[in-house]
């Protein structure tokens, strides 16, 4: 098939599973376009079936606020029509399935009458948080309704979009995945560890892009309380508008030099393959890709039971849930496990066993095929 593929091309969760489907699906043989303004981080720009096609947006004065939805329609259907795709697969409802709205109509009422189905997959904040604003609701109802197929990445986030939005389109469930080939444990990890912990300090890490609803004040909290009992380090891996509170918080608490600030990562799999627990206490996930990827690489997610998050951890047995903002018992169960090797490994173990029987890519990406060939079907 020849997909174009649209996402938010910076560090965010939706556009790294968008950029890893198109991967995935350029090794299985199809020929995969992404349209953005900027090149998805986790792309190297050599990768075979891959293209990418940027959106330019016109800065003309009158434009206070320039039209990129307008700008990316365009560029979607150009491309649809040279590259002759057979759909176009949009991550995140906002403004991305409404341009696609828009291409699939130019295109339907152009000179050859051609047919361009889009598939919307929902990530989370484009229904739980942006959605929900008044002023985007309306449009963003309109445009899954309107859309060829729609996936959601949790069951929490089809139930919920189903029930806030009253959308009468059918949402289908498809996880999001992790390369286990890629995402795994470093074999000899003492080397690389003692870049970060020279003295054997256990390592902690939280992944994300630092916005509030990740609550990354609360991961310096049970860092701090977890450091008092064992020699530990912490890596925060990303960057964004909470960044500087938790620097300050790590300097008011005086554990500033255990707290690794190390910016926005390309690879963390290498961080992850040789750490020990991941931290993910979040207002709300609707899935929580950085738990997924750190399980696959045997670490240990401690989160919080929120959103899809228990359909990706399972309490105890792949990891730890607790309840938002229950520092406390967040930090008890680190605890626990990091003075137990034999019981934090056995547990890492477990979660790359969840990751790779229910989450491996190589079972996930057949689904979305399937579903685009329903799609495909169904619109011809
Ligand atoms: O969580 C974010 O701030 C980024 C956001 C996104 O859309 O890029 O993440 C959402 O999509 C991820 C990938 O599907 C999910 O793993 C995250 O749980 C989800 N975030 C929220 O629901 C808050």
């Not at 109509?105 to 959605?131: C, E, K, N, S, Y």
């Not at 964004?240 to 008011?252: C, F, H, K, L, T």
Request: charged fraction near 25%.
């Amino acid at each position: 098939m020849r997909i174009g593929i649209t996402c938010y091309p910076t560090y965010g969760g939706s556009g790294v599973v968008a950029t890893e489907l198109g991967l995935e699906l350029a090794q299985r043989g199809h020929e995969i376009h992404f349209i953005s303004y900027a090149q998805p981080i986790r792309l190297r720009g050599q990768e075979p079936n891959i293209h990418y096609h940027e959106v330019e947006v016109s800065r003309y004065p009158l434009f206070d606020y320039p039209p990129y939805d307008l700008a990316l329609a365009t560029r979607m259907a150009e491309v649809a029509q040279l590259y002759d795709l057979d759909l176009l697969h949009v991550h995140y409802a906002i403004p991305h399935s409404v341009s696609a709205l828009l291409a699939r109509q130019m295109l339907a009422d152009g000179p050859r009458g051609r047919r361009l189905p889009f598939v919307t997959t929902l990530h989370g904040t484009d229904i739980t948080l942006v959605g929900l604003d008044r002023s985007y609701l309306p449009i963003t109802r309109y445009s899954i309704d309107q859309s060829d197929g729609v996936t959601a990445i949790s069951n929490y986030l089809r139930d919920r979009t189903m029930r806030v939005f009253d959308v009468k389109k059918e949402i289908e469930v498809i996880y999001n995945s992790v390369n286990c080939d890629v995402y795994t444990r470093i074999k000899h990890p003492e080397k690389l560890r003692a870049e970060y912990a020279p003295n054997g300090e256990k390592l902690l890490v939280h992944l994300s892009n630092f916005r509030p609803v990740k609550r990354l004040s609360d991961v310096i909290e049970i860092f701090d309380r977890v450091r008092k009992e064992i020699p530990s380090k912490l890596l925060l891996i990303g960057d964004g508008p909470d960044r500087s509170v938790a620097e300050w918080m790590a300097v008011q608490k005086g554990i500033h030099e255990d707290v690794l600030f190390l910016g926005k990562q390309d690879q963390v799999q290498e961080k992850l393959g040789i750490s020990d627990i991941l931290l993910m206490p979040s207002e709300l996930e609707s899935f929580g890709l950085a738990a997924l990827e750190a399980m696959a690489c045997e670490m240990v997610p401690i989160a919080t039971r929120t959103g899809g998050v228990p359909e990706v951890i399972e309490d105890g047995v792949s990891g730890y849930l607790a309840d938002v903002g229950d520092v406390d018992t967040m930090a008890r169960h680190a605890i626990t496990l990091l003075t137990d090797e034999s019981r934090l490994r056995a547990m890492g173990k477990a979660a790359r066993e969840m990751a790779r029987s229910r989450f491996c890519a190589s079972k996930i990406v057949p689904q979305y095929e399937d579903f685009y060939r329903r799609v495909l079907e169904r619109s011809s």
